[in-house]
């Protein structure tokens, strides 16, 4: 996520650093590549210009020029200015009404469709009866696709009647809402230009006709600055409550997460980073900021930790690091607790890219390594996972064979793991319990 603009950062700002006092020469220096860095991840120049401007008014003032670390001062007024440029924080949608209506809109390929399931699945671990209605009556699928999304997270779905206009299923779905006790109703709609006059008539009257609390402008974040048109000409033609930038985890620009809501005037609401139905997220500017500059997204990270992980199971496998007890078994049961956190690489991206993170690269992650890991391992018996000193030739050759694997990828298994045994014995227990919450504490 945002690779592109966080590797141009990080080298202006480590520019900077090696300075060590900040002249202005040096801070004008600094600015002009923050502008082409912000230029070439595709940020509006109407957002650029005026952004450019106040980094360096702030910075030119006496809370930087007479600071002992006045290039980390720096760091920091951007990263803020960042933040404000990407608005206020996001908010679950209001409800107002029995149904509050939901209605989605936007390009065609914005990802709509997998959104409205998102939202589903969202309200439902709020406690909500949702509803969703397949109001894409353009392209070819797009309702079966919906039912499919539907069934994925168990949510009925109202489809179109033959040669039924939006208008009348988006009414008729609203008399079903309410007959039925839902409190959500889901308006998918067609992907349409803002240029098409007959579309954008038709996306009107229906908003006329279902009255939604939360007309939510879906935009591919990956296509920049036609995302940020579009949503301003949208934003023109229908009362917007807010933007959901979907595909942000394969962003490495951030140009439309930097825009929409200055050129747009649309606040961004929600985050898609995956494909699965969980991966829709409220939308935080300061943690995005601090991953376009580097900093990294700790706060995401303990949260995903805290919903995906077994505290049990993590703090027995850390009392056994501890005691020095870690066998291969407790590896392969430590490798099924961090995948369950998601894709390997969207957790590394939340990492700071500081000391030897900095070179660590997200996008170069073998996610299939950690599947032979654990292939290895389940392919040894209980006494070669707690004793691997008994691994000869000949059961390397039957893990191999059991795994589908290869003797030397058995053998740098196990290397590694030898490697872990070491530094785990150059840490002394009191230092690891404490780094790891205390004990007892991390029960509670």
């Keep these: 996520m945002f690779d592109g603009l966080q590797n141009k950062l990080q080298d202006v700002f480590s520019r900077l650093k ?17 502008r082409l860095a912000l230029l070439e991840a595709d940020v509006h120049l109407r957002v650029v210009k005026p952004f450019i401007d106040r980094v360096r008014e702030r910075a030119l003032g006496q809370e930087v020029m007479e600071s002992l670390t ?71 699928a797009a309702v079966e696709q919906l039912k499919q999304v539907g069934r994925g997270v168990d949510v009925p779905v109202i489809e179109p009647e033959p040669g039924e206009s939006v208008v009348a299923l988006g ?44 007309t ?20 023109a033609a229908l009362p917007l409550t807010g933007a959901i930038l979907t595909k942000l985890d394969g962003d490495s620009r951030g140009g439309a997460a930097l825009s929409i809501r200055t050129v747009a005037r649309v606040p961004i ?39 995906g992980l077994d505290g049990a199971e993590t703090q027995r496998l850390a009392e056994r690091m501890v005691n020095k007890q870690f066998t291969l078994e407790d590896l392969r049961d430590q490798l099924r607790q961090i995948r369950r ?17 900095k070179a660590l690269d997200a996008s170069q992650v073998d996610e299939g390594g950690l599947k032979k890991v654990e292939a290895i391992i389940n392919s040894m018996t209980p006494q070669e996972r707690n004793r691997p000193d008994v691994l ?4 390397k050759r039957r893990i191999s064979m059991g795994s589908g694997t290869s003797v030397a990828e058995i053998n740098r298994l196990l290397k590694q793991y030898k490697q872990m045994q070491k530094m785990m014995k150059g840490v002394q227990g009191k230092w690891l319990r404490r780094a790891m919450g205390g004990g007892a504490g991390m029960r509670g």
């Design 18 to 34: 090696g300075e060590g006092k900040v002249t202005p020469e040096a801070l004008d220096a600094a600015l002009r590549q923050i």
């Design 70 to 140: 006045p290039a980390q001062q720096v760091v920091k007024i951007v990263r803020d200015e960042l933040a404000a440029l990407l608005g206020d924080e996001g908010t679950e949608l209001r409800l107002d009404g029995r149904p509050a209506v939901v209605m989605l809109c936007g390009l065609q390929g914005s990802g709509k469709t997998t959104t409205a399931g998102k939202i589903a699945k969202r309200l439902k671990k709020r406690g909500k009866h949702p509803l969703l209605v397949a109001g894409d009556l353009q392209r070819a």
């Design 171 to 214: 009414t008729r779905a609203l008399g079903i809402a309410r007959q039925r006790g839902h409190d959500v109703m889901i308006m998918d709609t067609a992907g349409r230009l803002h240029v098409d006059a007959a579309l954008m008539d038709e996306i009107r009257r229906l908003a006329e006709a279902i009255q939604p609390v939360e």
């Design 216 to 235: 939510l402008f879906v935009a591919d974040s990956m296509t920049g600055q036609d995302a940020v048109k579009s949503a301003e000409q949208f934003a």
């Design 269 to 307: 609401r929600f985050v898609g980073i995956g494909e699965k139905s969980d991966d829709l997220e409220l939308f935080h500017p300061e943690r995005m900021a601090s991953r376009m500059i580097g900093m990294g997204d700790i706060l995401s990270l303990i949260e995903k930790a805290e919903k």
């Design 341 to 357: 956190l998601g894709p390997l690489a969207s957790v590394l991206e939340m990492l700071p890219k500081v000391g030897p993170l």
């Design 392 to 395: 000869n030739g000949s059961r």
